[in-house]
T-cell receptor
Framework: DVKVTQSSRYLVKRTGEKVFLECVQDMDHENMFWYRQDPGLGLRLIYFSYDVKMKEKGDIPEGYSVSREKKERFSLILESASTNQTSMYLC??????????????FGPGTRLLVL | TQLLEQSPQFLSIQEGENLTVYCNSSSVFSSLQWYRQEPGEGPVLLVTVVTGGEVKKLKRLTFQFGDARKDSSLHITAAQPGDTGLYLCAGASGTYKYIFGTGTRLKVLA
């Protein structure tokens, strides 16, 4: 069965802390994505990676960085957490098929609260 | 900038009723997807539509892709409480990038 796991379901951090969100997929997918989900705004792409050590900025990369040292793992880093980064963070993976739209498999999400 | 707007934003209906949700854009998309997200979970793919005018059925769910490939609709017949969730449409925006709609939150009351 396809599986994307995220390291935490809930996190509470303080302003200025460095925050690591981990995502692991067991499907040998090339592509991995980090989104944030806010009410009324849908899912917004933060970063994505199409190969190990490769990364591309999405629509809202400011304040975030990512790391992909192994194919199965994609980490999102908040260098200095701020209250406006309180959100639901979703990780996804997909396999390259050459189609415009591939099936994305999502993790259950991490709800982050920054105080 | 490509945008996908969904309507309605919220929908609360009784079990057994029919409903339609819409996904609209001013841009042409080569294909569109619909996902459903249940509380506490990530979105799960329901369908991909790739041809203008295409209609796909998934049990009580009917998906249509507009002829001009700028819009899509999802129709649910005889809604059930298990249909409750957030429905999201998504389109491709360049290589590897996806645009997601704003979502329609559906609640079906027993």
């Amino acid at each position: 069965d396809v599986k994307v796991t995220q390291s935490s379901r809930y996190l509470v951090k303080r302003t200025g802390e460095k925050v690591f969100l981990e995502c692991v997929q067991d499907m040998d997918h090339e592509n991995m994505f980090w989104y944030r989900q806010d009410p009324g705004l849908g899912l917004r792409l933060i970063y994505f990676s199409y190969d190990v050590k490769m990364k591309e900025k999405g629509d809202i990369p400011e304040g975030y960085s990512v790391s992909r040292e192994k194919k199965e793992r994609f980490s999102l880093i908040l260098e200095s957490a701020s209250t406006n980064q309180t959100s639901m963070y979703l990780c996804a993976s997909s396999s390259y098929t050459g189609q415009d739209l591939e099936t994305q498999y999502f993790g259950p999400g991490t709800r982050l609260l920054v105080l | 900038t490509q945008l996908l707007e969904q309507s309605p934003q919220f929908l609360s209906i009784q079990e057994g009723e029919n409903l339609t949700v819409y996904c609209n854009s001013s841009s042409v998309f080569s294909s569109l997807q619909w996902y459903r997200q249940e509380p506490g979970e990530g979105p799960v793919l329901l369908v991909t539509v790739v041809t203008g005018g295409e209609v796909k059925k998934l049990k009580r769910l009917t998906f249509q892709f507009g002829d001009a490939r700028k819009d899509s609709s999802l129709h649910i017949t005889a809604a059930q409480p298990g249909d409750t969730g957030l429905y999201l449409c998504a389109g491709a925006s360049g290589t590897y990038k996806y645009i997601f709609g704003t979502g329609t939150r559906l609640k079906v009351l027993a």
